[in-house]
């Protein structure tokens, strides 16, 4: 029996499911001590929450925020239309797959329309919330620094999203004026999780589509030729986390990228573009080749284009094995991209400690 996934985001009902008792009839509704522990816990496991109620959005919401639980609900739906819209609108504006979201309601009828509408969407009776915590869809194997943030980042998403739907300049100004700055470190212990992480739920932007296991994250970083490097990015809404990781080992020849993969959700940022530039360019200055692994999967066409884009080209007789082919770069000095401050460590000196990259007129 296949193994469900890890729910991803779990879509509330309101009235006698969230709190007791129905807004519109009882008005003073109070949540039950056992549900609130329920919300917190999903939320530090980094499960995200939203709302689909049949209700008046101003007096239900107002009600959330007396509660004290409205901060924890990330694109409530509360209006009288159709359960099942508001559940596919919450999936798609998350854009999860159908499959890692659940909906809890007392309501069966609720339910049966949402599961007739949507079939993937795994539906919980009210009374269940309290066994939620134990069930394995609700428990995720790892729960990083980045997973319990991860409503204040999806939230801070929300906001910079807005801001760029009304910016009126271009596109490049409004990079700018995020103050984006993207920090490049070798790996740490506890970095490890987050690595491995990455490997595997990064499908698009991911350079083999190979996971590393915990296991062997760790074997690599005591191995003095390889380089496990975290990436992470900040701008002034707030931080992204941890969004790129990159394998890199020291050959005689040439730095070898075993795996470029970055979060999805940072494309628009060009942080894949900076970290291709920025391994040109500490390849260069340390007088070495520069190149990479690549197996073309149904999902990462953006990640060939890139390197395309960046000038790799396939090395003749280099099939690595498992439809793995190694691309070839000649590396030249780059310059840091104008939006975007990288502060990074020097992979061609014996330095500590992370420099800015800066222009060069070289």
Known sequence: MTQQPTVKCLVWDLDNTLWQGTLLEDGDVDVPTAVREVVRELDARGILQSVASRND??????RLEKLGLAEFFVLPQIN?????ASVRAIADQLNFALKTIAFVDDQPAERAEVSHHLPEVRCYRAEEVPELLSRPEFTPTMVTADARNRRLMYQAGFQRNTERSEH???DEEFLRSLGLELN???ASEEDIARVEELTLRTSQMNATGVHYSDEALRALLSDQRHEVLVASLTDRFGPHGAVGVILLERLTEAFHIKLLATSCRVVSFGVGAALLRWLTDEAALAGTGLTASFRRTERNRMMEIAYRFAGFE????TQEGEGIR???LAPTRQQPPAHLRVLAPRLFAEESGLTEWRPTTA
Do not use: F, N
Not at 80 to 84: I, Q, R, T, V
Not at 314 to 317: D, G, K, M, S
């Open 80 to 84: 009288w239309g159709p359960k099942s």
């Open 168 to 170: 009126t300049g271009t």
């Open 57 to 62: 959005h101003d007096h239900a919401w107002e």
């Open 326 to 328: 190694t691309l070839r």
């Open 314 to 317: 396939e090395a003749e007789h």
């Open 184 to 186: 490049i470190h070798r």
